[in-house]
């Protein structure tokens, strides 16, 4: 595939500072798809030196014209969203269809949105005496995962540019090509030098780099856990801005009476898609003792139909893991599963049939799972769900909210009142009731562990400004 062998800085493809390259390889069979140059901290502050002059202008420029330039981007991402989902099916491993029908078309939604938001959003009000005026945080780091690469790029950078901030992206170092076709797109919707710029790296070195950077106002972080407490702890002492999207072990409780085999498939489903690279993925499926091995039955039946293969093959359901690392990762999680006792109902960690190549992991059911265990409580990130049994309501509960994670959830009732009486005391920052569909205008981010901040909507926008009241 081509790639630039540059950094996108001030409104051009320019030389990295050193000769250090980052291999970007298919997933699905280890194929080596480009080469992109590895950034370090002199291409950080080149991109950072370029955001901060390009502030001023940008933060002047008026709202009107900033949403046209997003209208603009959003046009452009949508002309190309077939090499998108090409693009991110390469880098990733998703199956295509998934790639078209999300990691292409949920950006462009999001994108959109921004766009109309820029236009509409009051950016002054007055408060008796006051004048109070939303300004644009200033210069913004972004730092993103490669689980849904462009998505996490652009429920930062629109919002960001929308409310007149300018930013450095560091993209994953596992998908870098889509962060690349995106700093095209960014060029040709004709937003100015400086205000959007991208630099390829490792996390370590480059991530770090920016996140410890003394000139960014705020640091965007979208990963996991370990990582955003480093950051967020530089952040802390740099007295900057931070918000974090981290991990999640989200519940999804089938409340009695509930459309059984409705929400055991929809809950397969949500944890098989995209591999189990979900952060919000409902990897806990919570189920009363009465129906809980009817419900084993359901979920070990749905998971026979999620067929591994080649991402590009229209009958694969689910692709390869990300990298060699995260399978490692996610079969350790498999044999400690079956270490501490939970019953194996469907998939393992042996690889697939016929996979020899890719990295490529069995969708995996465990019943017996019991509050305390590992597969409990840690985010595996990779194709497996957790059955575990209640006995009421206030135990379906306290299962519930007994991690330290609390992204994301589900419940599902007959009655509609009360799932949502019971969402309510859910700690967790989004719940999709009876399958309530995706909203991205909706506010996401986590509450404990699972992050600080929201992204998405106007809450998302509200992220990058801040306020200065004029008393008059
Ligand atoms: P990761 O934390 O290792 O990497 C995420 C990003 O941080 C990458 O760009 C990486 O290069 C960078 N990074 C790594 N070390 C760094 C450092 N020391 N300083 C600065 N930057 C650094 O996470 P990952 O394995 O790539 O992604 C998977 C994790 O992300 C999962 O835990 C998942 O739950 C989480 N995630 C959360 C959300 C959310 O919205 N809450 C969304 C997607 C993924």
């Known amino acids: 595939m081509k790639a630039h062998d540059g950094m996108y800085i001030d409104g051009a493809w320019r030389p990295a500072a050193g000769t250090g390259t980052i291999e970007v390889t298919n997933p699905a069979d280890g194929t080596l798809l480009a080469t992109v140059p590895a950034g370090g901290p ?44 090409r693009t991110v099916t390469a880098e990733l491993g998703s199956p295509l269809t998934l790639s078209q029908k999300v990691h292409a078309a949920v950006p462009i939604a999001v994108c959109t949105g921004y766009a109309e938001l820029a236009a509409a959003y009051s950016f002054e009000e007055r408060l008796g005496n006051s004048l109070v005026l939303r300004e644009p945080v200033g210069v913004v780091g972004a730092i993103t995962p490669w689980n849904y690469p462009l998505h996490q790029i652009v429920a930062k950078a629109a919002p960001a540019l929308a409310a007149g901030c300018t930013m450095v992206l560091k993209p ?8 690349q076709l995106f700093a095209e797109a960014v060029d040709e919707a004709g937003v100015p030098a400086g205000v959007f710029n991208l630099v390829t790296g490792l996390g370590p070195v480059a991530g770090q780099a920016l996140a410890e950077h003394e000139d960014i106002d705020l640091l965007s972080f979208t990963g996991s856990t370990a990582v955003g407490r480093r950051i967020g702890a530089a952040a802390a002492s740099g007295v900057k801005r931070v918000a974090l999207e981290l991990g999640g072990k989200s519940a999804n409780v089938v409340l009695p009476g509930a459309d059984l085999a409705k929400a055991v498939k929809a809950g397969v489903a949500n944890v098989m898609s ?102 409990a409580q840690e985010e595996i990130f990779g194709p497996v769900l957790s059955l575990l049994k209640y006995e009421d309501t206030e135990d379906a509960l306290r299962i519930a909210n007994g991690t330290v994670y609390g992204l994301a959830g589900a419940v599902w009732s007959e009655d509609e009142e009360e799932a949502v009486a019971f969402a309510r005391r859910m700690e967790t920052g989004q719940v999709d009731i009876n399958g309530g569909r995706f909203n991205p205008l909706a506010p996401f981010g986590g509450y404990k562990q699972s992050g600080v901040g929201r992204e998405l909507g106007v809450h998302g926008l509200e992220e990058y400004l801040q306020t200065k009241s004029l008393q008059l």
């Open 172 to 179: 994953a170092e596992d998908t870098p090509l889509v962060a």
């Open 42 to 85: 002199e291409d950080v502050a080149a991109a950072v030196r370029a955001a901060r002059a390009a502030l001023p202008g940008w933060a002047a420029t008026p709202p009107a014209e900033r949403a046209a330039r997003l209208d603009a981007l959003r046009r452009i991402l949508t002309d190309r969203r077939e090499e998108i989902a």
């Open 274 to 375: 995209n591999s189990g690279q979900t952060c919000s993925a409902w990897t806990r499926m919570l189920v009363d003792s009465e129906r809980y091995e009817e419900a084993v039955r359901l979920a070990a039946e749905a998971t026979a139909k999620y067929t591994t293969g080649d991402p590009l093959d229209e009958a694969t359901r689910v692709g390869p893991l990300v990298n060699a690392a995260q399978r490692e990762r996610v079969t350790g999680y498999i044999e400690r599963g079956r270490e501490e006792g939970a019953r194996l109902v469907a998939g393992g960690a042996e690889p697939p049939e016929g996979a020899e190549r890719g990295h490529y992991v069995r969708p995996t059911v465990f019943a017996d799972v019991t509050p305390g265990m590992t597969i």
